[in-house]
């Protein structure tokens, strides 16, 4: 029977996993792979305490940082992913798990749900037909693959930018295309991409189709101030539109939002069910950073702590 289980690699999941070795609570971590989504990022520029890192280092000093407390006191399993939580009569809860053919269940008096969010796929015409043909979620995985090409990044957000931004160190033009015309990117960000030449920007467009044959052609799109249909001739296409949380093992458990994350108590990460906590980018916060699903998964350790020791 472990104190308590820990779910999800990523910082939140690694914050707790840390202070939960602080604390001596023996711990079960389970995690598929460490670094979250951050992980497919080529520079890292607000992780607090490095002024750049790539998501790979990053993942990477989050997985020796927990090692280095962990032992005698927090089991990992890394490359197992949680099949289901059930909550048991008395009160504790099974967790199950799995990796392969291999399933393994396991007893604790808590959990902690930090398993973040997966990126959202573009819901237009051809975009499932064209992926990994031209259509791609990852700039930093695929990116020199469109050296010398027109592309098109799809979002608003921090990682269209900073997706805009690593594709033009080697594309011929970049275009991003947002469906609003304000973006939640920082102001910054904005404004330096602003002066490449080689950046172009379309707003108030609905992306309806990817076009090709064998490969991405272009994109066909709907300017949402004319009604007009458009057509962009692109060679690569990169989607930054946003995460679904990956919670479907929880889902019968906890109380979800209406976007399916955890619904929680911000004032110490609690969900509505006693002996369940859940931090990070899989929760109803209203904002989803590096930074701030650290300090929420350590706030939940807290609490967390606190209720084991009353029990």
Request: glycine letters at 10%; charged letters at 25%; a negative charge.
């Amino acid at each position: 029977m472990y104190d308590l289980v820990i779910i999800g690699g990523g910082p939140a999941g690694v914050a707790a996993g840390v202070y939960a070795s602080r604390k001596q609570l023996k711990t079960l971590f389970i995690t598929e792979t460490f670094g979250g989504q951050s992980i497919v990022s080529d520079g890292i520029e607000n992780w607090i305490g490095d002024i750049k890192i790539s998501g790979i280092d990053l993942a990477k000093k989050l997985e020796n940082h927990l090692k280095a407390y962990a032992d005698g006191i927090v089991d990992i399993k890394k490359g197992f992913r949680a099949e289901q939580v059930i909550k048991n009569e008395d009160g504790t809860f099974e967790i199950e798990i799995k990796q392969g053919d291999n399933i393994e269940k396991y007893q604790a008096k808590s959990v902690l749900v930090a398993t973040g969010s997966n990126r959202r796929k573009l819901p237009a015409k051809g975009a499932d037909e064209f992926e990994h043909k031209g259509l791609t979620y990852c700039a930093s995985c695929d990116g020199p693959l469109f050296k010398d090409k027109d592309v098109v990044v799809i979002g608003g957000g921090n990682s269209a930018f900073e997706s805009a931004v690593q594709l033009l160190a080697y594309c011929k033009s970049v275009t991003l295309i947002h469906r609003r015309d304000e973006f939640r990117a920082d102001p910054v960000t904005i404004d330096s991409l602003k002066k490449d030449p080689k950046f172009n920007i379309v707003t108030n467009a609905e992306i309806t189709e990817v076009t090709g044959e064998v490969m991405v052609n272009g994109l066909k799109y709907t300017d949402k101030n004319s009604d007009e249909e458009k057509e962009l001739e692109v060679s690569g296409i990169f989607v930054e539109i946003g995460a679904v949380p990956s919670v479907s093992f929880v889902s019968d458990l906890v109380e979800l939002a209406d976007d399916k994350s955890i619904k929680i108590d911000p004032w110490n990460q609690k969900t509505n069910v006693e002996g369940v906590w859940a931090a990070g980018d899989c929760t109803n916060v209203l904002y989803h950073q590096n930074n701030i699903a650290a300090g929420d998964a350590v706030r939940a350790l807290e609490d967390i702590y606190l209720w084991i020791k009353s029990q």
